[in-house]
């Protein structure tokens, strides 16, 4: 192996019944270098990183790692840690109902003595570890107490604190924001001057340009090529990913998109609250308006679309709709009612793993509709097929089962999910997670069509960017309360202020 | 050899089967005991009712089929075992003889009320257990296991309170007529006929299946996605109680009696053994009805076949132990995996060689 390489991956091939995943791609990965590994979704990132920890058994190449005789083969991911390969995947993949402490030491516990699981130094350690990693939890507390973004810091603080040579990172800041990408980045460069080598694979152009050295790019399973960071601008990046040129940055709202104060209001919110989520909030959305809510993690946001939609009951105020008092105490009320939420989490509360595409679309028509009135397999059909070709959903077919597709593709599929529903008034919790930049703007286009047809839109997103091209008006919120509203020209300055609990709350 | 490949993997195929192996292993000892090796095939009328080993299976394995049905539902939806169905069987014979035997109990010739009533009634017991269960489980998040254990202990003694821990006996040719033949036909056989018709006609006819599934798949996404979780369980758990009860009164006509001690004794099990057999996972999610039901019936099969070869019944079990780890082994991941891999070792070499040859 050559000097300063720990990594080689040659000619791997993978196969998946009726997709070629991954066709002859070569990977190299050099010592101390962080790597972006990038792609379209469905491109073949996660396959090409699962081929490498033992979770996909590819059929043709190479594999070789530093330090260890012949080529590896890794049938585990314990397989994979034995050779120095760490990973974090893209579908957080902890325990739900263990410990915050036991999930990061699962395979590793400290033993006592007498070979019992040492729980009290597990604990120290797990509370010197996201101490150090400045994660703010209670190591013995259940990890589903926690939001998702909590949970993939846990995740990668699993993932950091193995001794490893490489380490893989599969889209870990989908969920974070900006300080937890700062602090992961921080944990990143310190690793890579200790020599581990890392892998990096987002959506996040941005990041990749912050702490990237290199660029490898896979286009529908096959390599496009590995370039140093600074032959490779944004412009040429994105070509490369879609195989066209594509300016995901340019303006997208069209003019005379704002005021909207005069048209009927939709959803009328007072003193709306959910106990130990969201403080009473008060909310009006008009007709054709796209609301934004902002804040840091953790600050409420999903909790108060979630209170409205009546994921989480309000126990408190009073929700109009319409003009209409109505009481929702369960989601197919709010469905009724012309609403629809898509989660933020998505293999949580979005996916119905095992149901193909197909039935994952019409589920929630279907439900609207109710149990005993079927709709025709020719309906299903045909919706399933309008939405694979409008938002373009890489799949073999649309009987296939929806845990088979890429991440960015199953998060179109929920989205197919809603959009068949025609609702009156659509919560987007996150609705780009884990989404190409070509598909993200699309998307983005599509939220501001929706909104044209007079339909109301409420929008949550991490990236600020995202919301200052799509929304109206943006509501703050800070510690489980809703602080203040922004409209009128939205900057990202204005909105940063806000966050942070500037003046600017008007 | 490509068609081969599709055929193994079809759903239905390893439920198929093990039928099938069951039926060749008639087949050759029947052959090799010197009757003609069709024989477990043959239909004949004796004594003029309908008889033949065929339809020997297909009329005792009633009970497990209908059972397998509600145990298929409860399994997918709620990734847990309904293990009181035997049990509830008892206490719905029970409620059913005593309202048939009326004053006259325990030893009653003359049904003390419309027949129609008792299995009304004996339905009626079967939707409060099951709604006792679907409670626990869908509303108070009861473990299924541990939920359902209250039924399989107190069932059986409440049928025992009910008949005043007697063997009420209903010895009268209309009840009789349920577990005995209809003409020359047996009804069981129609009675669960009709049970596996109407269940498949609401699963294709509305979106029930789906929402079975979607349930037992993610039960919170379900949720957001609109559809009642919870109510979707306790409907499961419901249904496996009704089904339950209509076993149960088969299984008393039979023997016209309510023997609260015997009736449905460890038939969960056997209904638990369908569902798998059947190729469903017990872990929930997607299910498949067809193969429960053929499942059921392989059951009743490998039981009669050993009955057939003369094995004795206290040994039987046994052998039937036997014979299921090998159809479940054959279906567990692993196995499959293996096999796979070896036909795709085979195909890939060959066409290595080809490719050489050309
Ligand atoms: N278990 C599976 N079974 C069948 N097909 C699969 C499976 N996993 C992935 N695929 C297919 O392989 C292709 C590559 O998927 P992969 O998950 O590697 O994409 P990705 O580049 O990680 O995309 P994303 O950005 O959306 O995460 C997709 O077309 C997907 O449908
Ligand atoms: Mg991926």
Not at chain 1, 215 to 233: C, D, F, K, S, W
Not at chain 1, 234 to 251: H, I, N, Q, W
Not at chain 2, 134 to 142: D, F, H, K, N
Request: aromatic content about 6%; glycine content about 10%.
């Amino acid at each position: 192996m050559e000097d300063g390489v720990v990594l080689t991956m040659r000619g791997i091939s993978m196969t998946f019944p009726g997709v070629k995943a991954l066709d002859n791609v070569d990977f190299t990965l050099r010592k101390g270098e962080i790597h972006a590994l990038m792609g379209e979704n469905g491109a073949g990132k996660s396959t090409l990183i699962k081929c490498l920890t033992g979770i996909n058994d590819f059929e043709a190449g190479e594999i070789h790692v530093d330090g260890v005789e012949g080529p590896v083969k890794n049938h585990s991911t314990s397989d994979a840690q034995k050779v120095g390969v760490s990973t974090v995947y893209q579908e957080v993949n902890l325990c739900p109902n263990l410990s915050v402490a036991e999930n990061l030491y699962i395979g590793r516990e400290p033993l006592t003595p007498m070979h019992t699981i040492d729980r009290r130094a597990m604990n120290r350690k797990a509370k010197e570890l996201t101490e150090r990693l400045k994660i703010n939890v209670d190591v013995t507390q259940n990890l589903e107490n926690y939001s998702l973004a909590i949970q993939q810091m846990i995740a990668i603080a699993r993932a950091v604190d193995m001794e490893c040579k490489v380490l893989i990172l599969d889209e870990p800041t989908s969920s974070l924001d900006d300080s937890e990408v700062e602090k992961l980045f921080g944990m990143m460069r310190d690793l890579k001057a200790q020599g581990v080598g890392i892998i990096f694979v987002t959506h996040f152009l941005e990041q990749v340009y912050a702490v990237c050295d290199r660029i490898t790019v896979l286009r529908n399973g096959q390599l496009v090529g590995e370039y140093p960071i600074a032959e490779l601008p944004r412009v040429k990046l994105v070509a490369a990913m879609m195989g066209k040129d594509f300016d995901d940055l340019a303006e997208i709202k069209p003019e005379g998109f704002e005021a909207h104060a005069d048209a009927p209001v939709v959803i009328d919110a007072k003193g709306l609250s959910h106990k130990g989520t969201i403080k009473p909030f008060d909310l009006v959305l008009h007709k054709g308006e796209v609301i934004g809510l902002t804040g840091l993690l953790g600050s409420g946001r999903s909790e108060l679309a979630r209170t409205i939609y009546g994921a989480d009951k309000a126990q408190t105020g009073t929700l109009k709709v319409k003009g209409e008092e109505v009481k929702i105490s369960h989601p197919i009320g709010a469905i009724h009612l012309g609403m629809g939420l898509l989660p933020d989490d998505r293999k949580a509360e979005g996916i119905i793993g095992d149901l193909s595409v197909r039935e994952n679309i019409i589920l929630a028509l279907q439900a609207r509709q109710g149990m005993f009135k079927q709709m025709s397999r020719a309906k299903q059909e045909e919706l399933a097929d309008k939405y694979i070709d409008i938002l373009q959903i890489k799949t073999a077919s649309k009987e296939t089962p929806v845990s088979q597709l890429s991440g960015g593709n199953q998060q179109k599929v929920i989205l197919a999910r809603w959009l068949a529903t025609d609702p009156d008034f659509l919560i987007l919790d996150e609705p780009t997670r884990g989404i190409d930049v070509g598909t993200k703007t699309e998307i983005q286009k599509l939220i501001i069509q929706l909104a044209g047809e007079g339909k109301s839109i409420m929008f949550i997103s991490s990236e600020i960017e995202e919301m200052l091209r799509t929304c109206n008006r943006m509501a703050v919120l800070r510690d489980g309360a809703k602080v203040g509203e922004l409209d009128g020209d939205l900057t990202q300055e204005r909105v940063m202020a806000a966050i942070a609990g500037g003046a600017d709350n008007g | 050899m490509d068609k081969l490949k599709k055929l193994t993997k079809m759903k239905l195929f390893l439920p198929v089967f093990c039928m099938f192996l069951v039926l060749c292993v008639n087949m050759i000892y029947d052959a090799s005991t010197g009757k003609p090796f069709y024989s477990f095939f043959q239909v004949g009328i004796t004594n003029g009712l309908l008889s033949g080993r065929l339809v020997n299976i297909l009329n005792r394995g009633s009970e497990v089929a209908i059972l397998a049905i509600g145990m298929t539902l409860v399994v997918s939806a709620s990734a847990g075992t309904d293990i009181s169905v035997g049990s509830v069987m008892a206490l719905c014979a029970a409620v059913c003889c005593r309202l048939l035997a009326g004053a006259a109990a325990p030893k009653a010739t003359e049904l003390a009320v419309p027949l129609i009533v008792g299995v009304l009634a004996a339905i009626g017991m079967g939707c409060i257990c099951g709604a006792f269960n679907g409670g626990l489980v869908a509303y108070l998040g009861i473990q299924p296991m541990v939920a359902t254990l209250i039924l399989w202990t107190a069932a059986r003694a409440i049928g025992l309170l009910v008949c005043d821990n007697l063997i009420v006996y209903v010895r009268n040719d209309t009840f009789g007529m349920i577990g005995g033949f209809v003409g020359f036909f047996p009804t069981p056989i129609i009675i669960a006929a009709v049970c596996i018709l109407v269940v498949s006609i609401v699963l294709k006819k509305s979106a029930m299946g789906m929402y079975v599934q979607s349930v037992g798949i993610n039960k919170s996404a379900s949720r957001i996605a609109g559809l009642n979780s919870k109510r979707m369980i306790f409907i499961c758990y419901l249904l496996c109680g009704v089904c339950a009860a209509i076993a149960g009164v088969v299984a008393a006509s039979r023997i016209t009696s309510a023997d609260s001690n015997n009736i449905g004794l460890n038939l969960e099990l056997d209904a638990i053994l369908a569902v798998a057999i059947g190729g469903n996972s017990l872990g929930g999610g997607k299910f498949n009805l067809a193969g429960s039901i053929i499942g059921a019936y392989t059951i009743q099969a490998i039981t009669t076949t050993m009955y057939n070869m003369g094995v004795s019944s206290a040994v039987a079990p046994v052998f039937k132990a036997v014979v299921v780890i090998i159809i479940v082994a054959i279906q567990a991941p692993p196995v499959k995996a293996f096999f796979r891999k070896r036909s795709a070792k085979r195909a890939s070499l060959k066409s290595g060689k080809e490719a050489a040859a050309a």
